[in-house]
């Protein structure tokens, strides 16, 4: 039986929000072993809010909830990627937008992208 180690950071681990149709990465957040169990019983993604101290179901209020899809651990059991589709209009980010993440530029030689991605690889996909 597959464990998450919560032991390593104070009882948290990243867990990582995928959209299960696009792949795109939308957010991450932490969990608790209480924010698992919650988001396990009710097919929602729930995490521990750091700063708050208190559990919270991504889209209790606007709700934009994160069903679940399928859960996903890492290799040293402290991660979780959480496969999930956004309810309500689509939005995910405090800010308004789909997803959490924006481009940053970085100084390096950009990748050659994966064959039939335009946007380069996606959590999960294997270059050949």
């Known amino acids: ?16 929000v995928q959209d299960t149709a696009t792949r795109d990465v939308l957010m991450v957040g932490f969990m608790n072993q209480e924010a698992w169990d919650v988001t396990r019983r009710t ?3 729930t995490f521990f809010s750091r700063t ?23 290799c040293d059991e402290d991660t979780i990627l959480v496969e999930a589709t ?3 209009d689509g939005v995910v980010c405090h800010t308004g937008t789909r997803t ?11 990748a050659p992208p994966v064959s039939g991605s335009a946007s380069g690889p996606r959590a999960g996909q ?3």
């Not at 959490?100 to 950009?110: G, H, I, K, S, T």
């Open 100 to 110: 959490c993440f924006r481009e940053l530029p970085v100084d390096a030689p950009a």
């Open 43 to 45: 097919g929602f993604v």
């Open 1 to 16: 039986m597959t464990t998450i180690d919560f032991s390593k950071f104070h009882g948290l681990v990243p867990a990582v």
């Open 52 to 74: 708050r101290n208190t559990l919270w179901t991504k889209g209790e209020t606007s709700g934009n909830k994160l069903q679940v899809s399928k859960a996903w651990i890492d």
């Open 126 to 128: 294997v270059r050949s």
């Open 86 to 88: 956004c309810l309500g």
